[in-house]
């Protein structure tokens, strides 16, 4: 089983012992950063290890290779050698592991490591995967069969992270390190065990003194509780959310806790990627069982499924993906997810009669138009490209405009219901309101499909002229459910809902 180590970059050994003490419960090993302590706390390490009752590796890393040590090879070994001095017949107060890179050979070390038990970790950086045979690296660092390879591939590229998950997975038996270094491989750090890594380092966050040392490393909490990392193996189901979801974190959160309270062995990651061709291969060889698909993919995507809903069809958006033997089954959850959540909203079970304003004609609106079209609405849809608007209208006899003068004039006749499905708002100075000529009377029933924030400046404006408003939380929630369905074959839990309530507030 993988295990967790926790990152000790403290500046002295006071003060990383305080933080292993803090969150030993999350680790099962911990890494002292020699590196970065202050020179003169650096000649103390030898006594580190027996203070800790956790297996501790001593790792001097280099400025060349991502660390902080440059006062030249001579000093490194020698406090290499100072830190393995002493050994004490009981390993326990000894430092478990020695990081030694591939191309430092300094025999005495290793002897007098090996000694005394402590096993050597064999490591190489920035090892750039398009230019080097990983898996003959894997299989030649060591210097002996007892030794563990390490390897840290800089990821640029989706196709790096599947280069190293394929090397991994080549070599089942051997002891290994690997580490995708960056935001494209931070699954990687989760899935520890799927890319054949013994180790997945994590680092304490909330703590003011740790320098984040490697691109796309975890914090330890949220890796042992949010993916219950100690939990997961080779059998672990895997699930995730693809694209750019600025409120990624939410469905993070909501699958992984109904996982964790149902006790279902399944995670639910994020997969951040450059490539969906490149990324649906990857997904192949990790056995991903499901994906959440968000902006803006979700019409990219339609091209790999085998089967869709007709809701798919229909609104020619994908959010879900579910694996089947024949292939990518692909729905989409957000059409019923919005209905659902409106006509709870309104106390209503269908829309004859009332007169609705869609704002916006991506993905999310075709969503919204179809359902509003099954639930007999007529509705004006506004756009900032115009021509967009007026596909998605023509296709339910619905009428169209654009974010213009003329456009906000039509809204006086759609106002019954007031929907904004743009992601206006989500990015640097937008203020988030695509229709700030429009006047509120107060008797419009107002939803904005975002949540990042409770009220977007669109809903306060809405709220603050007496209309009924909701965010796009509740829908959030709905879609959700369908998708646990869809993942799972086994309805939501209802009694979950009143725990995620509590945890949104
Ligand atoms: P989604 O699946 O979330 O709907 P999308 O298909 O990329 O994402 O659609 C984004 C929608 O937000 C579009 O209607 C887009 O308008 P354009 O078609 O003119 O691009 C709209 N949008 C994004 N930013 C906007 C902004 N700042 N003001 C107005 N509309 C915006």
């Not at 494209?184 to 994590?202: D, N, T």
């Not at 984040?212 to 914090?219: S, T």
């Not at 699958?255 to 997969?271: A, H, K, Q, R």
């Not at 296709?395 to 106002?415: A, C, E, V």
């Amino acid at each position: 089983m993988a295990k967790i180590c926790l990152c000790l970059t403290a500046k002295t050994l006071e003060r990383n012992l305080e933080i292993l003490n803090k969150y030993r419960k999350y680790a099962d090993m911990a890494e002292l950063r020699v590196d970065c302590l202050e020179p003169n706390e650096r000649f103390l390490i030898r006594r580190f290890p027996e203070q800790t009752d956790m297996p501790v590796i001593l790792t001097i890393r280099r400025d060349v290779d991502g660390g902080f040590f440059n006062s030249g090879e001579g000093s490194r070994i020698n406090l290499m050698a100072q830190g393995l001095a002493y050994a004490d017949t009981d390993r326990r107060r000894n430092f478990a592991y020695l990081d030694i890179e591939e191309d430092l050979n300094v025999p005495s070390l290793e002897e007098a490591a090996r000694a005394f038990g402590t096993r050597i970790i064999r490591s190489s950086h920035n090892v750039k995967s398009s230019c080097v045979d990983l898996l003959g690296k894997i299989r030649s660092m060591r210097h002996s069969e007892d030794e563990i390879v390490k390897l840290v591939v800089p990821v640029n590229t989706t196709r790096d992270v599947l280069d190293l998950l394929r090397a991994g997975k080549e070599c089942p038996g051997q002891e290994k390190i690997l580490i995708a270094l960056g935001h494209l491989g931070v699954y990687s750090r989760i899935l520890a065990e799927q890319f054949g890594s013994f180790i997945s380092y994590a680092s304490a966050f909330s703590e003011p003194d740790t320098p984040v040392i490697a691109q796309g490393q975890l914090d330890i909490k949220e890796l042992a509780k949010l993916y219950r990392f100690r939990s997961i193996t080779t059998n672990t189901k895997v699930y995730g959310i693809t694209g750019f979801p600025p409120n990624a974190a939410r469905n993070l959160h909501f699958f992984n806790m109904i996982f964790g309270l149902e006790d279902i062995d399944s995670v639910y990651v994020p997969f951040p990627m450059d490539s969906l061709d490149t990324f649906m291969e990857l997904a192949q060889e990790l056995s991903v069982k499901g994906l959440s698909v968000t902006v803006p993919y979700k019409e990219a995507i339609i091209p790999f499924l085998e089967g869709q809903s007709p809701d798919v069809q229909n609104i020619k958006a994908c959010n879900t993906l579910c694996h089947s033997p024949h292939g990518w089954m692909g729905a989409n959850t957000e059409a019923r997810g919005f209905s659902d959540s409106l006509l709870a909203f309104l106390g209503k079970s269908n829309l004859k009669r009332m007169r609705v304003t869609v704002i916006g004609a991506g993905g999310a609106a075709r969503a919204v138009a179809s359902e509003l079209y099954r639930l007999g609405a007529k509705a004006l849809i506004l756009n900032r490209t115009v021509h967009k608007a007026r596909n998605l209208a023509s296709s339910y006899k619905f009428t169209w405009g654009g974010l213009d003068n003329r456009g906000i004039d039509m809204m006086d006749k759609y106002s019954d219901i007031i929907i904004q499905t743009t992601s206006a708002g989500m990015e640097g100075n937008d203020p988030g309101d695509p229709v700030a000529m429009y006047s509120f009377c107060g008797q419009e029933s107002v939803m904005d499909l975002l949540y990042r924030s409770e009220k977007t400046d669109f809903l306060k404006r809405a709220a603050d002229a007496g209309c009924r408003v909701q965010n796009g939380y509740d829908m959030f929630i709905r879609q959700a459910q369908f998708q646990y369905a869809l993942f799972t074959g086994k309805e939501f839990p209802e009694y979950l809902m009143a725990r995620l309530q509590m945890d949104s507030e």
